[in-house]
């Protein structure tokens, strides 16, 4: 048994923030963001909206693409690094939000891989025949950990979720995921405090997201290729074959050295971070629904997903759509 994709979906918080707007905030331009970055707006959740809100629309689009009903799913599994509340976590928030009951609730925090951690663990209890409906979702709400007031990091990230559902299939789907994590990366990308850790001395950043972002940059340059080039050698597909690559919208720099070392044009990259900057988890599933509805990603063809993020972790998985 294999899994499929039947349906994805999206949703964006309604509000634009522009790089105009964060002229007025912090020592920055439009033309350093966009060079730099790609990035040209991002959304941003409205005082109350959380990340189940974002989560729970992405899901219904994700299951009325599929043709089935909440009732039908048998798997929930989300991604996100920004949940509601400490518990209950995100999936059961959601499942009871889908008025669904019973079923799994699986909630993965992997920072901006959480979205392929998710696919991976949700692909294999498909293959072991345990779910015939999996509803994996990447959701996020990372304005609330974002120091507004600081330039390296505000110009960056955005709020989102992207959503999936899994299909059990006697013909392959997903062909093969890849996932991996090097600790040794903690301090380059993190928020210093949770639950069970708080500061001796708080500081008003403590809640807010650091990154040394030239570091990260170099290693996710470095290891972005390397994951893809893992998940093709395991599937035993040439990557001449793959039809779009559908890479985590971090930095617009790093997807094109990654699509450069794979040999794959530009043309055939799906690319949104110019329209909502690093939104983590939910970048590659946002990503993907885009361009299945706007027709470039046609059943049968070759997909490439992958992501990196805090952790440092990292994911990939290679998907006949
Ligand atoms: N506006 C204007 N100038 C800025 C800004 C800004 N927003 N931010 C930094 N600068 C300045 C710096 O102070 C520096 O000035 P200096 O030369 O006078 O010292 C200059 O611009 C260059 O700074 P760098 O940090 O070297 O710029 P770089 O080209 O590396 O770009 C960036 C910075 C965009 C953050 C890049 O390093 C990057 O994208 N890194 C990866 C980030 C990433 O992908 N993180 C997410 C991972 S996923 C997750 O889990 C959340």
Redesign the pocket.
Known sequence: MYSRIAGTGRCLPDRILTNAE?EQM????DE??RS??GIERRHIAAEGETTSDLALRAALQAIEAAGITPADLDLIVTGT?TPDQVFPNIACLLQDRLGVHGTPAIALEA???GFMYGLSVADKFMRAGEARYALVIGAET?SRITDWTS???????GDGAGAVVLEASETPGILATHLGADGHYKDL?YVPTGPSRRAVTPSRDDGF?H?R?????KV?VRTLGGVAEEVLAKAGVDKTEVDWLVP?Q??I??IQATAKRLDIPMERVVLTVQDHG?T?AASVPMALDVAVRDGRIQRGQLLLLE???????WGSALVRY
């Open positions: 964060l912090v020592e920055t331009s350093w963001i730099r970055t690094t920072a901006c891989s990372l330039r390296d990091t505000c110009v960056l990230f990308l997201i990154m972002g030239n570091e990260v940059f996710a985590h971090a930095n720099r790093i690093n983590s992501a990196f993020g805090g952790g440092l972790t």
